[in-house]
């Protein structure tokens, strides 16, 4: 399988920060990667699919990066609402799905 | 608007089978895309289960695999998981989406059911 790590596991940041979420895989997966947000109680959000582009609705703010084995997350001016766990996943149709362990955001 | 939502027993026994259904509104599963299930655990980061096609083929967790079935009920607009042999480790809430397996990820989800594996 393949194995997704995500950094940091926890980040802290005020509103305005530039923040950014790391996610590495440990084989190539191309571009097949997709990013969520996950809210206590809610389900899970997609924010990101190949990679970079953004899904309908999502705020501009948010913007990924990378291919092969490295991508990134950025919130270019993180604000109130973006607190949540952010989840990186794999969707390489020739291995099973598999999500990194998460990046926790809190506001400062 | 596609929605999801999932529903079953929120208390399962040891040994015994977790059934869960997730009924979907606003697109025919009949038409395209995988159906399938993701779980959290307490304390934990998310976990894919595995998904379904209309056309009858699943993808499935392999470290699951041996005790899951994912199945498509298209006269309902609905689809089913079955764990088998359940134990505290498979305490989760558990939540059905649509897997755009081509395109998007899972794109649209329901809102996540508890389940607790308890004597």
């Known amino acids: 399988d393949i194995q997704m790590t995500q950094s940091p596991s926890t980040l802290s940041a005020s509103v305005g920060d530039r923040v950014t979420i790391t996610c590495r895989a440990s084989q190539s997966i191309d571009d097949w990667l997709a990013w969520y947000q996950h809210k206590p109680g809610k389900a899970p959000k997609l924010l990101m699919y190949k990679a970079s582009r953004l899904e309908s609705g999502v705020p501009s703010r948010f913007s990924g990066s990378g291919s092969g084995t490295e991508f990134t997350l950025t919130i270019s001016s993180l604000q109130p609402d973006d607190f949540g766990t952010y989840y990186c996943?794999?969707?390489?149709?020739?291995?099973?799905?598999?999500f990194g362990g998460g990046t926790k955001v809190e506001i400062k | 608007q596609v929605q999801l939502q999932e529903s079953g027993p929120g208390l399962v026994k040891p040994s015994e089978t977790l059934s869960l259904t997730c009924a979907v509104s606003g697109y025919s599963i009949s038409r395209s895309f995988y159906w399938g299930w993701i779980r959290q655990s307490p304390g934990k980061g998310l976990e894919w289960i595995g998904s379904?096609?209309?056309?009858?083929?699943?993808n499935y967790n392999p470290s699951l695999m041996s005790r899951l079935t994912i199945s498509l009920d298209t006269s309902k607009n609905q689809f089913s998981l079955n764990v088998n042999s359940v134990t505290a480790a498979d305490t989760a809430v558990y939540y059905c989406?649509?897997?755009?397996?081509?395109?998007?990820?899972?794109?649209?989800w329901g809102q996540g059911i508890l389940v607790t594996v308890s004597s």
């Open positions: 379904a096609s209309h056309g009858g083929n699943t």
């Open positions: 989406a649509r897997d755009d397996t081509a395109m998007k990820g899972l794109e649209y």
């Open positions: 996943q794999q969707y390489n149709r020739y291995s099973p799905v598999t």
